[in-house]
């Protein structure tokens, strides 16, 4: 089989580089894009010009795009009723309309047998307290994630997503700082753990190479859908009053 070329955005930290590294040992030509240094392309995803020129970018350098990962986000914590606007629009420009531009200007340079696969959040299906930007959006990213494999499908395009649970990474490595939230998390996930970066990763990796595949949002969660989400609200108000 020739190489495929993958495009991980947000594969800089945490999930993102897991899928980077895991998509490189099967056999991908890895393009990296995200913020900041050590990445192949800086990409702001809440940029069309920066979305577009990424994907222009690695089809003038490579050729073509064969697998692209959706895996930028960012989140925060406050009740609906406090809520910041601008924080608001910061977490949903971020995890729903980046994604979106990902999708599209992906869509756009991928040919038959293409994948997208977006990763999205336990949250896209399980409400938490204080987190209301972030289920909004995820929620959001698991409907477009459906919608772009309908129109997708005819040019031989799968776009699936996957929705972890916790997992250890630089996002929620500050939450898990706050005494008593991740036994609360994993008192609530049946496998009684958090998930790696590399087991969502294993799961990108299915999805990049799995040909009959599309409109999937998958649960990878140690089974934490069927319990309650954690009362991250709580945590916090008891640990800073």
């Known amino acids: 089989m020739a190489e495929r070329v993958a495009v991980v955005v947000g594969g800089g930290s945490g999930i993102g580089a897991a899928c980077a590294k895991a998509l490189a040992d099967d056999g991908c030509d890895v393009v990296v894009a ?15 010009e920066a979305v577009s020129g990424l994907f222009d970018r690695v089809v003038a350098s490579r050729g073509r795009v064969d697998v692209v990962v959706n895996s930028a986000g960012t989140s ?17 420009d971020v995890c729903l309309t980046g994604a979106f531009l990902v999708v599209k200007h992906a ?53 699936n997503a996957v929705s972890p649970g916790l997992v250890v990474t630089p996002l929620t490595a ?13 008192a609530n996930t049946p496998l009684g753990r958090p998930g790696s970066p590399e087991e ?34 709580g945590h916090v108000s008891r640990a800073f009053g």
Request: hydrophobic fraction near 45%.
């Open 34 to 48: 995200d913020l900041g240094e050590g990445v192949d392309v800086v990409c702001d995803v809440t940029s069309e």
């Open 76 to 92: 925060t914590l406050a009740a609906v009723v406090d809520h910041d606007l601008g924080e608001w629009r910061r977490v949903v």
């Open 107 to 159: 869509g756009r340079v991928l040919g038959a047998g293409g994948s997208i696969t977006s990763i999205t959040s336990l949250n896209a299906r399980q409400p938490g307290g204080g987190l209301a930007a972030y289920c909004s959006a995820k929620a959001g990213l698991a409907m477009l994630t459906q919608v772009s494999a309908l129109e997708l499908a005819p040019r031989g395009i799968r776009v």
């Open 174 to 186: 500050p939450a898990l700082d706050i005494d008593g939230i991740e036994d609360d998390y994993v």
């Open 200 to 233: 969502v990763a294993e799961a990108v990796v299915f999805c990049s190479r799995a040909a009959w595949l599309t409109g999937e949002v998958m649960d990878l969660n140690g089974g934490a859908h069927l319990m309650r989400y954690p009362d991250l609200l």
